[in-house]
């Protein structure tokens, strides 16, 4: 009887890689590696390679220096790859008993595919794409119903004008044309972009129009706090094709204690009224559950509620803002911070769900694939306040380098000498030989910035990366098992 080798790889989506967060992701569309591998190369495991056993007969692989995400792989297969200890062709392999000889070959060459199994030198490199799509945050409203602890903007009631929201959109899509990209990504934020939703509706028309003129695909997301959201406008939202991100940090009195009214009301409830009310609208709403001190025991409570809606989420570690009053004691202490986030994953793995969940489960890491920027700043993002004015990120709005009536305001950000410096990974110190560089891409660069003073050394949350990695790949890994195989 033949034993087949079966290798499962989930295949991410563009949704899985951007999400739906605050934060501008890279702009990469996500592509596990299409290779020819050559047959009469030598071949082996490489060094580095994380296994874990999922059951008696399946095993989680991941190369953290390769170029695909995690990979789920049966016995015959586990068994085909312990056969390349050494260097050897892949037609050279040790024949598991009741394998078919066309299937062992088959398997193996997969799995280089997979890196898996590598060839070459052993340092492993990163392969750059140019990013196809640029993200741009436009700052609708200042105005805001609430005053949560963590926020940065300096609230005010004033809106941005139609005649400023054109000349936005007109120059993000200069900038597209400029830079070559094949795709913009307009966030209408704010302040809450629901208390200006007129020139929401106005503007991604406009955008649309832009769109068919250029040749360019247009995504949209409305970024909102979910509690003036009507009828009409989830409608506009379905209809459109426009994604909703809502921010819920977790049930009742932990969201409150972070998310109130002006008044100091709590906004749990309202919360989860527009919540619901999207979905009965047919508008699935992303959650951005940002992490402090205050909320990382309570993790598991804000992961059930996105659960039990199958809805999708990610879990963001508070960021430091000089605006902030009392930073530090928001961010919570590492190992407090670990212990949360394994006690929402010990949830996650009582009820795993079918939507893949790894690229979103800690922070600005990401496992669609290897990355050398934790996100797009300076490089495939602008962020167009309420007055026209242009900053390399939204947590640097109140700095703008350039505005709308330049000809490529993202051009001027990435010349400006006084932007964000976004370097890549590998120019990181702490992180130029760490073997999940390409995972983390060494975590926000503001961030470390605001707490260290530099831009070029690792995150203050490396530690915490590093805890939980192998936690979210082995849950991905179970995940996979239950639904991945299931399909095949």
């Given at each position: 009887?033949?034993?087949?080798?079966?290798?499962y790889a989930c295949v991410p989506t563009l949704y899985d890689a951007g999400g739906d967060c605050a934060c501008p992701d890279g702009?990469?569309?996500?592509?596990?590696?299409?290779?020819?591998?050559?047959?009469?190369?030598?071949?082996?495991?490489?060094?580095?390679?994380?296994?874990?056993?999922?059951?008696?007969?399946?095993?989680?692989?991941?190369?953290?220096?390769?170029?695909?995400?995690?990979?789920?792989?049966?016995?015959?297969?586990?068994?085909?790859?312990?056969?390349?200890?050494?260097?050897?062709?892949?037609?050279?392999?040790?024949?598991?008993?009741?394998?078919?000889?066309?299937?062992?070959?088959?398997?193996?060459?997969?799995?280089?595919?997979?890196?898996?199994?590598?060839?070459?030198?052993?340092?492993?490199?990163?392969?750059?794409?140019?990013?196809?799509?640029?993200?741009?945050?436009?700052?609708?409203?200042?105005?805001?119903?609430?005053?949560?602890?963590?926020?940065?903007?300096?609230?005010?009631?004033?809106?941005?004008?139609?005649?400023?929201?054109?000349?936005?959109?007109?120059?993000?899509?200069?900038?597209?044309?400029?830079?070559?990209?094949?795709?913009?990504?307009?966030?209408?934020?704010?302040?809450?972009?629901?208390?200006?939703?007129?020139?929401?509706?106005?503007?991604?028309?406009?955008?649309?129009?832009?769109?068919?003129?250029?040749?360019?695909?247009?995504?949209?997301?409305?970024?909102?706090?979910?509690?003036?959201?009507?009828?009409?406008?989830?409608?506009?939202?379905?209809?459109?094709?426009?994604?909703?991100?809502?921010?819920?940090?977790?049930?009742?009195?932990?969201?409150?204690?972070?998310?109130?009214?002006?008044?100091?009301?709590?906004?749990?409830?309202?919360?989860?009224?527009?919540?619901?009310?999207?979905?009965?609208?047919?508008?699935?709403?992303?959650?951005?559950?940002?992490?402090?001190?205050?909320?990382?025991?309570?993790?598991?409570?804000?992961?059930?509620?996105?659960?039990?809606?199958?809805?999708?989420?990610?879990?963001?570690?508070?960021?430091?803002?000089?605006?902030?009053?009392?930073?530090?004691?928001?961010?919570?202490?590492?190992?407090?911070?670990?212990?949360?986030?394994?006690?929402?994953?010990?949830?996650?793995?009582?009820?795993?769900?079918?939507?893949?969940?790894?690229?979103?489960?800690?922070?600005?890491?990401?496992?669609?694939?290897?990355?050398?920027?934790?996100?797009?700043?300076?490089?495939?993002?602008?962020?167009?306040?309420?007055?026209?004015?242009?900053?390399?990120?939204?947590?640097?709005?109140?700095?703008?380098?350039?505005?709308?009536?330049?000809?490529?305001?993202?051009?001027?950000?990435?010349?400006?000498?006084?932007?964000?410096?976004?370097?890549?990974?590998?120019?990181?110190?702490?992180?130029?030989?760490?073997?999940?560089?390409?995972?983390?891409?060494?975590?926000?660069?503001?961030?470390?910035?605001?707490?260290?003073?530099?831009?070029?050394?690792?995150?203050?949350?490396?530690?915490?990366?590093?805890?939980?990695?192998?936690?979210?790949?082995?849950?991905?890994?179970?995940?996979?098992?239950?639904?991945?195989?299931?399909?095949?």
């Amino acid at each position: 009887m033949s034993i087949k080798p079966a290798i499962y790889a989930c295949v991410p989506t563009l949704y899985d890689a951007g999400g739906d967060c605050a934060c501008p992701d890279g702009g990469l569309s996500p592509a596990l590696p299409i290779i020819a591998p050559n047959i009469a190369a030598l071949w082996r495991i490489p060094p580095d390679l994380v296994r874990t056993r999922l059951d008696e007969e399946h095993t989680l692989l991941f190369n953290p220096t390769g170029q695909s995400g995690p990979v789920v792989v049966n016995r015959s297969a586990a068994a085909l790859l312990d056969g390349f200890c050494s260097a050897r062709r892949l037609d050279d392999f040790a024949l598991p008993s009741g394998v078919d000889p066309a299937d062992g070959l088959s398997a193996t060459q997969r799995l280089a595919e997979l890196s898996l199994l590598v060839s070459g030198p052993i340092a492993p490199t990163l392969e750059r794409r140019a990013p196809q799509t640029l993200t741009a945050w436009l700052h609708t409203t200042n105005a805001c119903n609430l005053a949560c602890s963590y926020c940065y903007i300096d609230k005010s009631a004033e809106p941005m004008s139609e005649e400023t929201g054109r000349q936005a959109v007109d120059a993000v899509f200069r900038s597209a044309l400029a830079g070559g990209f094949r795709a913009v990504k307009l966030k209408y934020a704010g302040g809450e972009a629901t208390l200006n939703f007129k020139l929401v509706m106005l503007l991604h028309r406009y955008a649309k129009g832009l769109a068919q003129q250029y040749n360019l695909d247009l995504h949209g997301v409305v970024l909102s706090n979910g509690i003036a959201l009507t009828r009409p406008m989830l409608d506009f939202l379905r209809d459109e094709g426009i994604r909703l991100s809502i921010s819920l940090d977790g049930v009742g009195e932990t969201h409150d204690r972070q998310r109130a009214f002006v008044n100091g009301k709590g906004s749990f409830t309202h919360v989860q009224r527009g919540i619901d009310r999207a979905l009965a609208q047919g508008v699935t709403p992303f959650l951005s559950i940002t992490v402090t001190a205050e909320s990382a025991d309570h993790l598991p409570e804000a992961v059930a509620f996105a659960l039990d809606r199958d809805l999708p989420f990610n879990l963001n570690f508070y960021r430091d803002h000089s605006a902030i009053a009392g930073p530090v004691a928001l961010r919570a202490d590492n190992e407090r911070l670990v212990a949360g986030m394994q006690a929402a994953f010990a949830l996650i793995e009582e009820r795993l769900p079918q939507r893949r969940v790894i690229d979103s489960l800690v922070d600005r890491s990401a496992f669609h694939e290897p990355h050398e920027y934790a996100c797009g700043a300076g490089h495939n993002y602008l962020v167009i306040d309420q007055t026209g004015g242009v900053s390399a990120c939204q947590m640097e709005i109140e700095r703008p380098l350039s505005d709308v009536f330049a000809d490529d305001p993202l051009g001027e950000i990435r010349l400006h000498s006084g932007a964000l410096k976004n370097v890549p990974v590998t120019e990181k110190e702490g992180c130029r030989e760490c073997d999940w560089r390409f995972w983390c891409a060494g975590g926000c660069s503001l961030l470390t910035q605001r707490v260290t003073g530099r831009t070029d050394i690792r995150s203050p949350y490396c530690d915490v990366y590093k805890a939980l990695y192998p936690d979210v790949l082995r849950l991905e890994g179970l995940r996979m098992l239950k639904w991945e195989t299931a399909l095949h």
